[in-house]
């Protein structure tokens, strides 16, 4: 590890790591519920150290963390694969289409990387209950990392919250709470609770580290893209804090003197859960006022890390973009049958992005562009199966099988 200060996004004060837990004491004087965070904190390193020690040929990845490595959970995280794809490439009109598939993390989310820090940082500050309200996927991921951990999960997420998600984080062992209302709702709840009783709370981007965790898959993809930074990653949207840690990865690199240029950040939002990319757009701050989608992930009425990510879409020279729930259904069976990567439909937005992306001047077709899969397409079974139909079976005999493959030929169905 090496040395940091946390600095408020807001304001810009500096605060030492012990001095603060969430949010900057100055700024969130300011914060009811209701509105996006106001004062998230981002860890700010010793980036001359870094540039002295960090090597290409030996990678010290402790470097860039902000929590020691003796505090880190038994279950490891990440090092998830990065490949291209020439073949959904071709179907969407790009030369130069790459997967960084974060699925494939523990509990099948990105979240395991936020989830993994926060729990280390419990290790290191003897917090043995930690709290988050989640949509899901948060939920699932702080469970997993804490029953590798020895920890108590404490979760408030909303009742509608997919079925596989509640059934991980209950056989994970963590202390379910459903609640009736949103996931606005469960935000709310959950800072209400630790204020009374205590405990570590990993609530996104109210929790700094949360940022900091998902910066390691940016840091990942420049190791795995052979120390090259892409032109473009599409990142799917909700709260605001996956975007904003992938541009901190690139931001530490380039503070470090490691690369000279940040790639563009192009976030992905469902059109009704779209406050963050009308906040790019116009400049204006809304909620969204009934953030209702088929992608739960990204469903989000106030997101909450909404000015960092803003920040950090517009400082990467990226944009936005918003895709429908039919785009998305679209967009998850096209990337399923085209690569054999199974999404939920949160991260199938990028698919649909990129597909409605084609022509535009926005992104070159032969610039290196970047999906960010964040989620496994397993979580959420229903939401599939609203863009499937399920063949009927047939009698067991071949005659029956040629007749049923002829009728769905004709329908042009496999
Ligand atoms: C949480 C999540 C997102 C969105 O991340 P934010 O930090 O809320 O913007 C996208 N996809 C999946 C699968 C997620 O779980
Ligand atoms: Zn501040």
Request: proline fraction near 5%.
């Amino acid at each position: 590890m090496t040395k940091f200060v946390y600095q408020c996004s807001n304001c810009g004060k500096r605060y030492q790591r012990d001095e603060v837990r969430y949010l900057c004491p100055l700024c969130s004087r300011d914060y009811r519920s209701g509105i996006p965070l106001i004062g998230v904190l981002s860890a700010q390193f010793d980036y001359g150290a870094i540039r002295r020690k960090f090597s290409k040929v030996k990678p010290d990845w402790n470097q860039f963390s902000a929590v020691e490595e003796k505090f880190y959970p038994p279950l490891p995280v990440g090092n998830t694969p990065f490949f291209k794809t020439a073949a959904l490439g071709n179907e969407l009109g790009f030369d130069n289409v790459w997967i960084k598939n974060d699925g494939l993390n523990p509990s099948a989310s990105l979240k395991d990387r936020a989830s993994f820090l926060v729990v280390a940082e419990a290790n290191r500050l003897k917090e043995q209950t930690i709290v988050a309200a989640s949509t899901g996927n948060a939920a699932s991921a702080l469970a997993a990392v804490c029953a590798a951990a020895g920890k108590r999960a404490l979760i408030f997420v909303p009742e509608n919250a997919p079925k596989a998600k509640l059934v991980q984080m209950i056989l994970y062992g963590a202390t379910v709470v459903p609640v009736r209302g949103t996931y606005d709702d469960a935000f709310r709840l959950s800072l209400e609770y630790n204020a009374k009783r205590g405990g570590l709370n990993r609530n996104t981007a109210y929790h700094p580290l949360t940022i900091e965790g998902k910066k390691t898959v940016g840091l990942e993809i420049w190791q795995q893209n052979h120390w090259r930074v892409p032109d473009a990653i599409l990142v799917p949207t909700g709260d605001g804090v996956i975007i904003s840690g992938v541009h901190k990865a690139f931001c530490d690199l380039k503070a470090a003197g490691l690369i000279s240029r940040l790639p563009r950040l192009v976030c992905a939002q469902a059109e009704k859960s779209n406050a963050i990319h009308h906040y790019v757009e116009s400049g204006i701050y809304e909620n969204a006022a009934h953030p209702d989608t088929i992608a739960d992930s990204i469903s989000v009425s106030i997101p909450s890390n909404a000015h960092m990510a803003r920040q950090a879409i517009l400082e990467s020279g990226g944009f936005s973009i918003t895709v429908s729930d039919a785009e998305i259904l679209e967009g998850q069976s096209t990337l399923a049958a085209k690569t054999g990567v199974f999404a939920e439909p949160a991260c199938s937005a990028v698919v649909a992005a990129l597909k409605k992306l084609r022509g535009s001047k926005r992104l070159g077709h032969s610039e290196q562009i970047v999906l960010l899969i964040t989620g496994h397409g397993l979580k959420d079974v229903d939401a599939a199966m609203r863009g499937i139909h399920l063949p009927k079976a047939v009698e067991p005999t071949l005659a029956a099988v040629e007749v049923a493959l002829k009728a769905r030929a004709k329908k042009g169905a496999r």
